[in-house]
């Protein structure tokens, strides 16, 4: 049997990313169970218009990244909070995943979507809003998966995510749920 095959998508670009350090940690907490992969290209995808979105001349990186999409089982996006919400580059990710109309790539996709924020809630709102993004864009959202840390900058400033036992653990549960939504069903 195959391994499942789950997208990883990061919202923050910045290089020290707490959520960049969450999803090597939980890629580190897979054991094996699933191939995770890292979509490092999300910044170099061009704003999402119709009018370059024509088949046969799609930007490269957008083609890309949607042919990443549509090979994964299913995706795990890490977000941090911007200003109450999600960060562009994610939204611009979901915008060319969801197109052609009703053709996109993440239609039918398992989806979970985790995080940290420096915030006392640890970016809920950004991750509710990229779930309900994903939801209207046709992906199968995983409501029920859910980890929001927050405090990351205090929390993360002399640990690496890895290596905090309480985080590896909630980690370990997210990576077995996501997996388990991509698994083939029997």
Known sequence: MTQPSILVLVGSLRS?????????????????????????????IPFYNEDIDVEGSVPAKAAEFRAAVTAADAVLVLTPEHNGTIPAVLKNAIDWSSRPFGQGSITAKPVAVIGSAYGQFGGVWAQDEARKAFGIAGATVLDDVKLSIPGSVVRFAETHPRDDAEVVGQLTAVVAAITAAAAPAA
Do not use: C, K, M, P
Request: proline residues 0%.
């Open 16 to 44: 020290g990313s707490t959520n960049r350090q969450l999803a090597d940690a939980a890629i580190e907490s897979a054991a094996g169970d699933a191939v995770f992969t890292v979509f490092d290209g999300l910044a170099e």
